[in-house]
């Protein structure tokens, strides 16, 4: 029998809080969260703010994440973030494809293979995000779209470099706008994400994989969603810019 998953929740501020905002806030996390021993806790703040959320959390169990990172070290890359700038600053995690990039900066599947290789070859996790549109959902091609986007995200990585990664399932037509996927929906697309890493990479990758689920994750939906087998935990948007609600998400994971 292989070990259990641990759980990971991730919260990603996306294009919120100030320094002093996230400095505040994440003291207030690091104090609330200071028992939540058995999930494992990341948050990605803005990058003007990851060093001093990195100070504030020196001595605590939360991991910090990049929402974004270019594939190169450095160079001629005006406005972009490498995966060592990343390091440097305390990150051990950084979320990759994530569909708002997709959909708004022209981020591609070559793309975030490109940027999943960069992040694992300078010790970084990547949280590589795949999901399909309410379009694609209505066409009976969820499993189609997304176990697309996972192939060519994963495209050339050996099983050890798989073996590191985190998946999050984020269908688009969930994020931010309120509706979730049900819990057996979710599931649905889990199992099937699994299925596809057990095939390229083999079964033990694939029964150590992480798959998160992301979607407007809240308190009230978050422990039924996390109760499926196949869902690691979840990628929260809008609730984890609010301690409440993200320290309760945490606690249903747990
Ligand atoms: C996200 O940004 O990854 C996300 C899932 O957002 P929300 O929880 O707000 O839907």
């Known amino acids: 029998m292989s070990a259990p998953r641990r759980k990971l929740v991730a919260g990603n501020w996306k294009l919120h809080k100030t320094v002093a905002e996230s400095v505040a806030f994440t003291r207030e ?5 200071a028992g939540a021993r058995d999930t494992e806790v990341a948050v990605a703040p803005v990058f003007t703010a990851l060093r001093a959320v990195s100070d504030a959390l020196e001595a605590s169990n939360i991991r910090l994440a ?6 190169e070290d450095q160079g001629a890359f005006t406005g ?19 569909s708002e990039r997709r959909q708004y900066f022209g981020e591609t599947d070559v793309g975030v293979s490109r940027k999943v290789r960069a992040l694992l070859s300078h010790g970084l996790v990547p949280i590589v995000c795949v999901g399909e549109t309410l379009e694609e959902r209505e066409a009976n091609r969820t499993t189609d779209v997304v176990l697309g986007q996972l192939d060519a995200g994963l495209e050339g990585l050996s099983d050890a470099d798989a073996a590191k990664l985190v998946i999050a399932y984020e269908p688009v037509w969930a994020i931010g706008t309120g509706r979730t996927a049900s819990p057996g929906d979710a599931q649905e697309v889990h ?7 057990a095939e390229r990479f083999g079964a033990a990758v694939a029964n150590g994989a992480r798959i998160l689920y992301g979607g407007s994750v809240k308190p009230e939906n978050a422990h039924d969603l996390m109760a499926q087998p196949d869902i690691d935990g979840a990628l929260v948007g809008g609730a984890s810019l609010k301690a409440d609600s993200f320290v309760a998400i945490v606690a249903a994971a747990g």
């Not at 990049?66 to 594939?71: L, Y």
């Not at 199992?191 to 890493?197: E, F, K, L, T, Y």
Request: hydrophobic share 50%.
């Open 29 to 33: 996390l690091v104090g609330m969260l």
């Open 80 to 98: 972009e973030v490498s995966a060592p700038l990343l390091r440097d600053v305390g990150c051990s995690m950084c979320i990759v494809g994530h």
């Open 191 to 197: 199992a099937a994400i699994r299925g596809r890493v």
């Open 66 to 71: 990049g929402q974004n990172v270019h594939w």
